[in-house]
């Protein structure tokens, strides 16, 4: 390794080193702790500086530039144009993992949230089955993003209205009520915050609960 | 590990985008105060964000030290850009800010946090603050401002530098006044 960095820890952060310099110095702390933290630490100093810069705000565009270039591009991957591959994807994957009566309903659901399941074929997820809770209990399974981001809440002849409520970090939250296809009920949401549990309730009473992982 | 450092980290979308969520002005004014041009300093926030999120193997740390990896970032993707361009001279630092405490522009953060930076950089010696202020609020390398105040490099290397240990001890000791 070569020798530690120096004063150019504290010049780096300030962008005020040419290229090369900078690139040393980048090398450099990938190995060596100490540079590493030194720098670490200017940083922070920078950072505070930051503070008394005017103020300027970016346009909404970035935002949706930054969202497109880190997550899959829904429905234009090369070599899946159509959005039944996706959905065969998702129908085999849901299979492989014994999931066979979810696979029809996600099916029967294709045409209208299409987006979403594209978006979940491209992600990876967990999935769950809900404890049963009550003397009348309702069978359900919850898939969802690994980074959170999506929730899908699958019940199999849900007896009535189901309404789910979710536990996060700063508390309850209320999901709504799942919509009923006939012999199933489901609910497609994208919190804001991490869901850590979730509990449906039919008529006020909890008739199934589920601790979610990540 | 905080849920979003552990986002960021892990490559997840989520990451890149709740950190967006919370410290977007400040990324969008530190390349802003570089490039006047506010498409090309988008550019630069943008550019910045993905490549730093595509290898975030190189940060280990807390939320604020990954706020401040990132601002870095921006920063030096900003410069980086510039001299790209060749055009890290007349018509961008024109822009330059060189007296931020005075300005009348509102501040990218809270005032007491403002506040707290101007008291430590009135603390800082007159030489050292001269040239930390240079540097960053002026936009000059360390070549330039030891040009500017006919120093040599190396003393304007070590003024600058003395000058940001300094600010980082005291903030951090105001920080822990106030915590």
């Known amino acids: ?214 | 590990m905080d849920e979003l450092v552990e986002a960021f980290v892990a490559r997840r979308p989520s990451g890149l985008e709740q950190a967006y969520a919370l410290w977007s002005r400040l990324f969008f004014s530190v390349a802003r105060h570089a490039i006047a041009d506010s498409d090309r300093a988008e550019d630069c926030v943008h550019d910045a964000l993905v490549r730093v999120w595509r290898s975030p193997n190189r940060f280990s740390g807390n939320r604020e030290m990954l706020k401040a990896y990132l601002v870095t970032c921006v920063r030096n993707e900003s410069f980086t850009t510039l001299r790209r361009e060749g055009r890290r001279d007349a018509r961008e630092l024109k822009t330059a800010r060189l007296a931020p405490v005075t300005s009348v522009d509102p501040p990218v953060v809270d005032p007491v946090e403002t506040q707290r930076l101007q008291a430590a950089l009135g603390r800082l010696p007159d030489e050292q603050r001269m040239a930390l202020t240079l540097a960053y609020y002026g936009n000059k390398t360390h070549v330039e401002i030891a040009q500017e105040l006919n120093v040599p490099l190396g003393t304007i290397k070590s003024r600058i530098s003395m000058a940001m240990r300094k600010l980082q001890t005291d903030l951090a000791s105001a920080e822990g006044t106030r915590s």
Not at chain 1, 72 to 91: C, D, M, T, V, Y
Request: glycine share 6%.
């Open chain 1, 1 to 214: 390794m070569t020798e530690h960095l120096g004063e150019n820890a504290e010049l780096y952060p300030l962008g005020i080193l040419d290229d090369d310099a900078v690139r040393d110095v980048e090398r450099h702390i990938a190995l060596c702790d100490a540079c590493a933290e030194r720098v670490a630490q200017a940083q922070r100093a920078a950072a505070s500086l930051a503070a008394a810069l005017p103020a300027a705000s970016p346009s909404p565009a970035l935002e949706r530039r930054l969202r497109d270039s880190v997550r899959p591009p829904l429905g234009a991957a090369k070599g899946h144009p159509s959005i039944f591959r996706f959905a065969l994807a998702a129908a085999v994957a849901l299979i492989f993992l014994g999931l066979g009566w979810q696979t029809l309903v996600l099916q029967q659901r294709l045409k209208a949230e299409d987006i979403a399941f594209v978006t979940m074929v491209h992600s990876h997820f967990n999935h769950v089955s809900m404890s049963p809770e009550s003397a009348n209990p309702v069978a359900a399974k919850i898939l969802y993003a690994r980074d959170g981001s999506w929730i899908y809440i699958i019940a199999d002849k849900p007896g009535g209205s189901l309404h789910a409520i979710a536990e996060t970090p700063t508390g309850s939250i209320d999901l709504g009520g799942l919509t009923s296809t006939g012999e199933t009920a489901s609910l497609l949401v994208h919190p804001r915050e991490r869901i850590r549990s979730m509990v449906l309730q039919r008529a006020g009473q909890n008739v199934a609960s589920a601790r979610l992982t990540y």
